[in-house]
């Protein structure tokens, strides 16, 4: 009997550099793949219906859906990876006159903005979002208006909603504090002033299970439920930290700028994950195995999610390695890959 064709979601957290660990996680995914087909061209984009991601995680997801000049994915996940461990000392680096300029982090933004738009800008390119391979969603918040802000790239061929893909990557990376708001521009040109989306959904699995219910997926099922769906979505290694109350209760503005953020973060993926488990504890025990939530660990190298020194760079890939080389792991991930597979039209072909 074959098996039932599923819609197959993505979801990436934010978490700065610590992209780094979902980027290996999603590495090992691919390579996995590759050995189970015997096709070393076979790609993300190949075995996911939709991705979803917020912040360092809405960078990765465009990443694997770039197309190449055939229509095919442009990066393997390694490539994407290596972005970071190129590019990331690059983006977050403060200089002198930075650092006085913005009173350290306190009268501007920690970052300059011109650093991640060059990268970004050498990725992307003037890719434009409706030309991106597969669905996804990508958050960000619009701080004019005070509602969140969603690209949706199956809503792209009307030109109100499509916009460079560059920008949608520097707009759902607009962490407060670190760079600069974003004022984006569709394509028809209206202007968007737009912060990283973290700030109310860090983890985007739940907005992706949302935006597929409302959508058709031809050969595969129309307005899908939970029991259609296979959901893989991976953090970034955050932590919740713990803070004494006798030092917060006298935080003011400025004390409470670096703990809000974090908490903001951490408790949205928190939240996001238990209703998710709540939704699929409802099913079948063979659909309830379909939501996956993998959560790196930070081992040995600094959490910081800006902190973008070469030795935390290959901390944080060892780290990455540490945990996909793990055997509950790596069977866990060897379950995800078969069920790419066999829920896909490659195995039904």
């Not at 979601?9 to 015997?38: C, F, H, N, V």
């Not at 991601?53 to 465009?62: D, F, M, N």
């Not at 920690?110 to 990268?119: G, L, N, R, V």
Request: charged share 25%; with cysteine.
């Amino acid at each position: 009997m074959k098996p039932k064709k599923k819609v197959r979601i993505l979801s990436i957290d934010g978490g700065g550099i610590r992209g780094i660990l979902p980027g290996i996680t999603l590495m090992q995914i691919e390579k996995k793949i590759q050995e189970k087909t015997q096709n070393p061209n076979k790609r993300l984009a190949d075995y996911f219906d939709f991705m979803a991601g917020t912040s360092t995680g809405g960078i990765l997801s465009l990443s694997y859906l770039m197309p190449n000049a055939d229509g095919r994915p442009l990066l393997t996940a390694e490539e994407a990876v290596k972005l970071y461990l190129e590019k990331g000392d690059a983006i977050f680096d403060t200089t002198l006159r930075q650092r006085i300029r913005s009173g350290n982090c306190v009268l501007d933004e920690k970052y300059d903005a011109a650093a991640i738009e060059k990268a970004l800008a050498e990725t992307f390119g003037d890719t434009m979002l409706a030309d991106l391979i597969k669905p996804c969603i990508i958050s960000s918040y619009d701080i004019k208006n005070g509602k969140p802000h969603f690209f949706k790239q199956h809503k792209a061929h009307n030109a109100i909603y499509n916009f460079k893909v560059k920008e949608v990557a520097r707009a759902t990376s607009a962490a407060p504090t670190y760079f600069e708001t974003a004022l984006v521009k569709s394509e028809l040109g209206s202007e968007f002033p737009l912060i990283d989306g973290g700030v109310f959904v860090n983890n985007p699995t739940l907005v992706a299970y949302s935006a597929v219910r409302t959508m058709k997926f031809p050969g595969i099922c129309e307005f899908p439920t939970a029991k259609d769906m296979l959901i893989v979505s991976i953090g970034t290694g955050s932590k919740s930290k713990q803070y004494n109350y006798q030092k917060a209760k006298d935080w003011g503005a400025v004390g409470w700028i670096k703990p809000i953020i974090e908490i903001m973060m951490s408790a949205s993926s928190q939240t996001v994950h238990y209703h998710l488990r709540q939704i699929f504890d409802t099913l079948s025990a063979a659909n309830k195995a379909d939501y996956y939530r993998l959560e790196p660990e930070v081992l040995t190298a600094d959490a910081e999610m800006d902190n973008a020194s070469k030795e935390n760079l290959l901390k944080l890939k060892e780290d990455g390695l540490s945990y996909v080389s793990k055997s509950e792991v790596d069977q866990q991930l060897d379950s995800i890959v078969d069920k790419l597979i066999n829920y896909g039209e490659e195995a039904l072909a």
